[in-house]
Every structure is written in structure tokens, then in C-alpha cells.
């Protein structure tokens, strides 16, 4: 029987270990067929490829820099909007929120979650440009003389981008947010009500316990819009420059290979392309190693802090 036993964790151990391995074969091999078909790329650009601005498949220039920037740049306006409404839906419907309303307010952000793309786009042409436009418009001359604010009054631009990229990662980070949330244990809440604390410092305790779980859902809502396409590409305006601007039209990597991968006449123009993703792909895997690193260092700072005092024996 202990035989028996034993040769079955053994196999369990196996089998479970076999997707673990899985998963990094995937990922190896995504990575591998990426950096092959890319090679022609590789080879005539180098690293400038990285650097270069110009984006010319007509002469056989080809450079990613304006595409990382806008890729970057929505990404990370996106998460300046959406994690403090993310955050603020995660906790009232987990803190605050009457019983009765609180299973429709969590379908409601869920069901955010699964309307497609498309239709996001859709959205952002037919109400969220005009909306950009008539903001862009009214704002003073000498606002829109600055490089932040500059730009002709298409609609179409960045901060479209960034707002229908907002938009789709709030129920993505709300989601776990709340989830992390609810796994506080009671015991935190009571402790600083004991103390005198008010509701709001309750729940400020509350948060400051689940800051390595809130910093994890804030990271996977931004790797879910540097990945985005669609709706990206239908409102951001599609021109491969960098400008600090809101409001100028500018491009993505997602949106590059969406819009131009079926144009690839020649094999640099497909290779550059494939690179293209092969570079969203290294800056996906080095945004989560540096959340991953962030976690850890708050977790270990959280021990370090909570760590009890030693108990001195009184003379």
C-alpha cells in the first residue's frame, strides 16, 4: 500500500512538474520563432533598430523607436487614469457598498472586462473623438502652445488612446483589487477599529496589507494595454513620430503589425514587422520582472517593518 502511494505522488509530482515545464517551453519558443523570423531585421539594423525614428518601408529604413514610444506612453497615461478609479470601485464595493447593490455593481464592472475591442473602437470614433476634439478646441491659445497640449484639434491622438486603454483595464484591476481585498482578514479591520481608528483609517490599513496584491493587479492591467490593438488603433490616429503631445496622432507596436503586417512586400519589411513584436514581447517580460521585483521588495520591506521587537529582560 505505502508503495502504491508512493508511485502515485511520484507520478502526480511528474505530472504536475510537465506544465509547470510547459509553460516555459511556451514561452521559450515564442520567443525563439520570434527572434528567427526576425533575423533578417536583426542583422542589417542591430540595436538601432531600438533607437532609429524613421519608418520608411519604400527605401528599406526601419527603426521601432516612435512605436515603443507610443506604446509606452498610452500604456502609462492609461494607468495614471485608471488605477485611482479602479482602485475607488474596488473599494467601495468591497468596504462600502450596501449588500443589496453590491453583486450588480461587481457584473456591471466584470461585464466591462468582455465587451470586445472592437467595440471599444467603435466607441472611441463616435463619441470619445468628438469629446477629445471639443476639449482640444476650447482650451486657451496659450495652452495649446505648449508641447503637452500642442497639436491640430483632430480628436484623434494619444490621449484618445489612453483613454479608451483606461477604460478597458479598469475592470481588470478593480476585479482583483476587490478580490485581494476581501482575502484581508477581519482581524486587520477589528484591530484598528480597537484603536480608535475611523472608518476611513480602517480601510486605509486594510489597503496598506494588500499593497502587494493591488501593485499586481495595477501591472496586469498595464501589461493588458501594451498589448492592445484594435481599439488602439481605430482612436490613436496611426503616425509613426514621438511627440510629448496629447493630442498628436501616434502609434503603437500592436498597431503597426495590425495595420501593416498583410503590406509586407519583401522579407525586411516582414522581418522588421516580426522584430517589431519581438520588442514588445522583451519589454512585456521586463515589465513583469520589474513588478515581480517590486512585489518582492515590498514584501520583504512588510516583514522587515512588521518584524516584532526583541523582549529585554528587565534588571
Known sequence: MRRSSSRSELAFRLGIGAFGFLIVAIVCTIGVVLAVQSMASIRK???NFWLTRTWDPVAGQFGALPFIWGTLYSSLIALLIATPIALGIAVFISELCPPSLRQPFVFLTELLAAIPSIVYGLWGIFVLVPA?????RALPAAVRATPLFSGPPLGLGLLSAALVLAVMVVPFISSVSREVLKSVPAAQREAAYALGATRFEAIRAALFYARTGIVGAVMLGFGRALGETMAVTMVIGNNPRISLSLFAPQYTMAAV????FTEAADELYL???VEIGLVLFIITLLVNSLSRLL?????????????????????
Open 132 to 136: 477629445v476634439r471639443t476639449v482640444e
Open 295 to 315: 512585489i518582492w521588495s515590498m514584501n520583504r520591506t512588510g516583514r522587515v517593518i512588521t518584524a516584532p521587537e526583541p523582549v529585554h529582560a528587565s534588571a
Open 271 to 273: 522581418s522588421a514587422l
Open 45 to 47: 539594423f542591430g540595436l
Open 257 to 260: 503589425i495590425a495595420n501593416e
